[in-house]
């Protein structure tokens, strides 16, 4: 093997410069010619592929977002769009993939490897951290650490003025970066995808003598955002006292310089991915369990929905007393 390409593919996530900074730099190392994809799987239609040098990813570590871009591609879910992709890297010679992403990614990046058999190796990018087949996801960390900080900062004025705020974070289908940050800013309640939540527990939750209190809810809650949530629980409180209030964290959770943890993940799962390619790994990802490098079959790491730690659940339960 003796040229590879990397993207980013799906929303961004914190520390995936620091990925492709380690997939380059091994790349290089390594002796291979590495190739940047710009905007996943858009422009490995278009051919918008240019070669990367060390210097290309001087001065990224540090920053979030990701020099590559990124997006998520309708074209690619067709078989034209595909083959479009695939003569793209054989006119360039390209004999292996580093796909950066989640989920999504995954899913495309799996077809692709079987339908064309290009080697393909994942790294876990995405903030959610529902990727079966590494213990957390690069960005994830860095998007718990905005979160509580709007936590902290949403309880500050939530006890100056005795009311009960719903603080709605990311993850459609995932309640890690809820449950994480609600153990972390001392949230009164959390509810997350994974759980069926019983309202009456949640009112029982904001009862005297706490005046003022923290209910995490993670966008894809089952019973609605938490607009929706919050109406729910005034009109089961049916108490004109209680002041209550929403805020929606929304994209700023995507952005914002990556933590170490993040950092240091996107290089050892960037760095794992090359040297996969190279020990001839493929249609899998690059991920870290127990602090070892793993490679996982995309099959199993989209096909399963990664747990919530049971002892997660219990602490919300036992500190909210
Ligand atoms: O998958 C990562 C994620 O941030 C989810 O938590 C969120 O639901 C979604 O992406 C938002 O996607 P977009 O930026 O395309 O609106």
Known sequence: MKKIAVFTSGGDSPGMNACIRSVVRTGIYEGLEVYGINRGYEGMIEGDIKLMKSSSVSNIVQRGGTILK??????????????????????????GLVAI?????????????????????????????????????????????????????????AAA?????????MGRDAGFIAIESGIGGGAEFVMVPETQTDLNAVVKSLREPKASSIIVVAEGDELGNAEVIMQLVKEKIKDDTKDFKVTTLGHIQRGGAPTARDRVLGARCGMGAVRGLLAGETGCM??????????????????????????????LDILRI
């Open 101 to 157: 992403g989640g989920d999504g990614t995954f899913t495309g990046a799996k077809v692709f490897h079987e339908e064309f058999g290009i080697p393909t190796v994942g790294c876990p990018g995405t903030i959610d951290n529902d990727i079966y087949g590494t213990d957390y996801t690069i960005g994830f960390d860095t998007a718990v650490n905005t979160a509580l900080d709007a936590i902290d900062k949403i309880r500050d004025t």
């Open 161 to 169: 003025h005795d009311r009960i705020f719903f603080v709605e974070v």
């Open 70 to 95: 990124s997006a998520r591609s309708m074209e690619f879910k067709t078989p034209e769009g595909r083959k479009k992709a695939y003569d793209n890297l054989v006119t360039l010679g390209i004999e």
């Open 286 to 315: 690059s991920g870290v369990i127990n602090n070892e490098l793993v490679y996982t079959p995309f099959s199993e790491c989209i096909g399963q929905h990664k747990p919530l730690h049971p002892d997660h659940l219990s602490l």
